[in-house]
């Protein structure tokens, strides 16, 4: 197995301490230490903590999508691919042990003048809206799915169960998809 480069291993940590911690109550001296890297190395890939955080962002907007995407292609047409991506959160909640969204949290830690952050999130979730607008031909409804689905990030980690996003699915299929 290839030793994975100092680079990486940071970015490695941080998505986990990011995720699991918190932004702010994470330090670059605990990413140091549990990367294996040197303060250094750390600096001439990251310059700021606030860097690291970008590639962060950016790396779980990839790996989000690339998740999402592989649900939903699984669905044969339009209608059943919109109740794989709310069984998407399903999955990420399991997954992830009801931490929620990443890019919500985020944008709870971080002060609304930081522009690089709030725009890398404003664009995952520009992103969303869009990918939900492609499955649902009329514009309200696409909304509508979309409001739902960030509804349902957050109840669902509030109260740490699958319930909300099992009753949306439930109106989905009678309501906006009418299956």
């Known amino acids: 197995m290839e030793k994975k480069k100092p680079r990486e291993r940071i970015l490695d940590v941080a998505m986990d301490l ?4 918190g932004y702010n109550s994470t330090g670059i001296n605990q990413i140091i230490d549990e990367a294996k890297v040197a303060k250094a190395s750390f600096y001439q890939h990251y310059k700021s903590k606030e860097d690291l955080a970008v590639a962060y962002l ?4 990839e790996l989000w999508f690339e998740g999402l995407r592989k649900e939903t292609n699984k669905a044969k047409n339009s209608e059943d691919k ?16 009801f931490r929620g969204c ?8 971080v002060q609304t003048d930081n ?8 664009n ?6 869009e990918f939900l607008g492609e499955l649902i031909p009329d514009k309200d409804n ?11 990030l ?3 980690q509030v109260y740490r169960n699958q319930e909300f996003i099992d009753k949306t699915l439930e109106l989905l299929k009678e309501n906006i998809l009418g299956k």
């Open 18 to 21: 990011f995720h699991r911690q």
């Open 58 to 61: 950016n790396k779980r907007h």
């Open 82 to 97: 919109v109740l794989a991506a709310f069984r998407y959160l399903k999955l990420m909640n399991k997954r992830e042990d």
């Open 102 to 109: 990443v890019f919500l949290n985020m944008v709870s830690e």
């Open 115 to 122: 522009a690089r952050i709030y725009e890398i999130i404003q």
């Open 124 to 129: 995952h979730k520009r992103d969303l809206r």
């Open 142 to 152: 696409a909304f509508l799915a979309y409001m739902l689905y960030e509804s349902c």
């Open 154 to 156: 957050t109840e669902s």
